[in-house]
């Protein structure tokens, strides 16, 4: 594994496997039963150029459930960017101030410039429409739990991918992810104008990844073991993009699309934020309580990936398990009220 994490591109599929272990070491500490200390003494540098709140919350707990500690800031409107320092100098006073660098940028390939100019492990939380490879990270760590858990091999399962794929950077990092545990089958379905980068595609391909495109969400998905949804993100639409779009219910993954057009064990997962309110279409709210839906255990397996990541980039993996307590404050038995047992 590379010095820093800026693109899935880094890894290689030893890089992920290593990844998933240390992660499945990390869950007595991110299910709070054990603490650890082997960060004590580092500083972590939160760097959010773009709105964030569970991804930011989740790098910073899972830092501080290492030991670290964190120092955050958030948006341009207070930075020194604002008044016109280049990215190479921010990245060089950061890295006088902090041990690692997490970053999110709105835009693509930013993080990647940023890390060019310092030693200390930088990741990249998200550039704009480019990639988020913690996420992937976490979204493959999640899939692979839940198929141990329904006795099913990663071989030749079939991902359904929907929504905003043209700049849900998620999906992006996800694709390439898959393509190196091939063959997969991947199948694709967005609105017109949002669809998979042709690049990503012919690329994916090659690597032996299975792909199909579709037009719709209609017809039979009976086969499909995994769903995952995005929302569209308009907040990076073009004025003429934003002109009269509206999602039709034909894309809405719902309870009906599941009963009637998937298996009964389909996973359903989705990066969030999802968009609740009616009219955005987007992953509905009439799944809460599924067991198919797994997107909150989805978001619970980002605190053990990152802490994996941060240990890796850090070198301290090895001393996990020599620096385990237990923890002495209340833990509840559930997170949520949905929950199964914590």
């Given amino acids: 594994m590379s010095s820093h994490l800026l693109s899935i591109d880094s890894l290689s599929r030893d890089d992920i496997d290593h990844l998933m272990r240390v992660a499945a070491r990390m869950e007595p500490i991110a299910s ?42 958030t948006g341009f409107t207070f930075s020194s960017m604002a008044k016109g320092e280049s990215l190479y100098d921010t990245s060089r006073v950061m890295s006088g101030y902090c041990d690692a ?50 006795g099913k091999a990663l071989r030749d399962a079939h991902v359904l991918m929907t929504g905003d794929l043209k700049y849900g950077r998620t999906v992006h990092s996800l694709i390439k992810l898959l393509s190196r545990y091939a063959p997969m089958r991947v199948t694709l379905v967005a609105p017109p104008g949002l669809e998979m980068p042709s690049h990503l595609i012919e690329r994916v391909s090659r690597q032996g ?57 389909t996973i359903v997962m989705h990066p969030l934020p999802r968009d609740s309110r009616p009219e955005a279409n987007d992953l509905d709210v009439d799944l809460n309580g599924d067991p198919r839906l797994a997107i909150f255990r989805q978001t619970d397996n980002g605190i053990p990936v990152r802490m994996a990541i941060f240990a890796t980039l850090l070198g301290v993996e090895e001393l996990i398990d020599k620096d385990l307590r237990d923890v002495p404050w209340f833990v509840p038995d559930r997170l949520g009220v949905d929950d199964a047992t914590f």
């Fill in 32 to 73: 709070r039963r054990k603490i650890t200390r082997v960060l004590e003494g580092a500083v972590l540098g939160n760097l959010f150029f773009e709105a964030s709140t569970r991804t930011r919350v989740s790098f910073h707990a899972a830092f501080s459930r290492l030991g670290g500690s964190v120092c955050d800031t």
């Fill in 101 to 150: 660098i997490v970053m999110r940028h709105p835009d693509q390939g930013s993080v990647a410039e940023f890390a060019a100019a310092t030693k200390v492990p930088v990741i990249n939380a998200g550039d704009g429409p480019g990639e988020h490879p913690s996420q992937a990270l976490l979204d493959f760590y999640t899939i692979d739990k839940e198929f141990t858990l329904q």
């Fill in 209 to 265: 990844l299975s792909v199909e495109v579709r037009e719709s969400l209609a017809g039979d998905f009976s086969d499909v073991d995994v769903v995952y949804t995005t929302r569209i993100q308009k907040e990076r639409f073009t004025a003429e993009m934003s002109e009269g779009f509206n999602l039709s219910r034909d894309f809405t993954v719902d309870r009906a699309f599941l009963d009637s057009r998937c298996g009964p064990a």
